[in-house]
T-cell receptor, first 115, second 118 residues
């Protein structure tokens, strides 16, 4: 069974640009969560999508957005990039909503560098 | 106060030593879940265990064991006879109801970096 796939794995952008990251969950999983990981802030929850609806959202500005498609694949977008957005963005999928009893299966992440 | 506290930022041991990673959590919810995840150098977090608040039975899985104590709000993780392959960052996480929003949230601790020297 294929794991969670994130693309691209690495990318470099400049301030002011926007970026779209993609996540393909494990087949059959309906929940996709996104996390930002930085050395200073650790793992911070961005949002969770379940059955194409955003079910939960962390404390991030509106520049961070996401969506989920009918096949459960998800994308997250960051507009007007800032230096502080440099991070490893992790996607996780689960059968049920992540914050219920389900365990999370993480992808290897997309490492974004903003110059 | 942090909801999930992993006070040990980095631990270094020599192979075959036992090591315990501490996790202290804070919640007002009565039904909550605790997790441990491992993040090897490759970056992908790997689920290790889930515990619900009603099950205080300790669990052992091979060289791994977990000690859940509600009285001290702790969910500690012990690796027996550590190996070099155990080197990773370990995260403790809590899923509980956030009173302000009425929704459940999954909160990770800051992680403990374990280095096992040969």
């Amino acid at each position: 069974k294929a794991g969670v796939t994130q693309t691209p794995r690495y990318l470099i952008k400049t301030r002011g640009q926007q970026v779209t990251l993609s996540c393909s969950p494990i087949s059959g999983h309906r929940s996709v969560s996104w996390y930002q990981q930085t050395p200073g802030q650790g793992l911070q929850f961005l949002f969770e999508y379940f059955s194409e609806t955003q079910r939960n959202k962390g404390n991030f500005p509106g520049r961070f957005s996401g969506r989920q498609f009918s096949n459960s694949r998800s994308e997250m977008n960051v507009s007007t990039l800032e230096l502080g957005d440099s991070a490893l963005y992790l996607c996780a999928s689960s059968l049920e909503q992540a914050t219920r009893t389900g365990e999370l299966f993480f992808g290897e992440g997309s490492r974004l560098t903003v110059l | 106060a942090q909801k999930v506290t992993q006070a040990q930022t980095e631990i270094s041991v020599v192979e075959k030593e036992d090591v315990t990673l501490d996790c202290v959590y804070e919640t007002r919810d009565t039904t909550y879940y605790l997790f441990w995840y491992k993040q090897p150098p490759s970056g992908e977090l790997v689920f290790l265990i889930r515990r619900n608040s009603f099950d205080e039975q300790n669990e052992i899985s091979g060289r791994y064991s977990w000690n859940f104590q509600k009285s001290t709000s702790s969910f500690n993780f012990t690796i027996t006879a550590s190996q070099v392959v155990d080197s990773a960052v370990y995260f403790c996480a809590l899923s509980d109801l956030v009173m302000d929003t009425g929704r459940r949230a999954l909160t990770f601790g800051s992680g403990t970096r374990l280095q096992v020297q040969p």
